[in-house]
């Protein structure tokens, strides 16, 4: 029996990259995962993945930076599955190498809805179900450019400051409700979005299961990161 048997887990940009690595995973320890993402034919690969490893998903092709797109779902799976235990913020991405000065206001609103307002919109929808269960556990994708600075990148690392600082709000808010919350930083990794990473997303998403099927004691706020 898999560490995950029975639950209900909740990929965010499951078609590709970490994401994709995650969503396989989660469901080959027993967990059934809903499927998220833009490109529908994307997550139509993962499904059928799982599916020929005996696993279980459900596509649900959604924009997670659109906060109605996000509530339409929460009721379609209330509705379907009827609960949600565990949720995967892994929606990001680094936008464009732009320094402030010739940041425009619509990169830098892309870079944070992306990186940011995408984690605060499902966080959100779904607590509910977590607190109705009194039981759930939230990873977010973080990275190590919350904390240092790059030349081009002031975008992304302030969203990922602010999403640390948004986790670590939720993880103390919502201990007392069952729920655990921690932020877990993959590295360089080669994807769809970062061709010039070093990693294979499969290789670490071993860490992010661990976070996903914390016991009730486990570790609450803080930054995991991958290999260390």
Same mark, same amino acid.
């Given at each position: ?5 029975? &639950?209900?887990? *909740? ?61 339409? *779902?929460?009721?379609?799976? +209330? ?8 949720? +995967? ?10 320094? $402030? ?10 870079? +944070? ?15 509910? +179900?977590?607190?109705?269960? &009194?039981?759930?556990? @939230? $990873? ?10 790059? /030349?081009? *990148? ?9 999403? /640390?600082? *948004?986790?670590?709000? $939720? ?7 069952? @729920? ?24 670490? $998403?071993?860490? @992010? ?9 486990? @570790? ?9």
């Amino acid at each position: 029996m898999g560490l995950l048997a029975n &639950q209900i887990a *909740l990929v965010t940009s499951a078609g590709t990259g970490l994401g994709r690595a995650t969503a396989i995973q989660l469901a080959a320890e027993g967990a059934n995962v809903i499927l998220t993402g833009r490109r529908k034919e994307k997550l139509q690969e993962v499904a059928q993945i799982i599916e020929q490893a005996g696993g279980q998903s459900i596509v649900f092709p959604v924009d997670v930076t659109n906060s109605e797109e996000v509530f339409r *779902l929460r009721e379609q799976l +209330i509705s379907q599955v009827g609960r949600v235990d565990v949720l +995967i913020n892994n929606v990001g991405g680094t936008g464009d190498y732009n320094t $402030v000065h010739d940041m425009t206001i619509s990169s830098w609103d892309h870079t +944070i809805r992306l990186n940011l307002y995408s984690a605060f919109i499902v966080t959100n929808a779904f607590l509910p +179900i977590m607190r109705k269960q &009194q039981y759930g556990r @939230i $990873v977010s994708i973080t990275s190590a450019m919350a904390n240092f600075e790059y /030349e081009g *990148l002031g975008a992304y690392s302030a969203a990922k400051a602010g999403l /640390e600082g *948004l986790m670590r709000t $939720v993880a103390i808010e919502e201990k007392k409700h069952g @729920i655990l919350v921690n932020m877990y930083d993959p590295g360089n990794l080669k994807t769809e979005q970062n061709p010039y990473g070093e990693g294979d997303p499969a290789t670490v $998403v071993d860490g @992010i299961v661990k976070l996903a099927a914390l016991p009730e004691d486990g @570790i609450n706020g803080q930054v995991v990161r991958a290999n260390q």
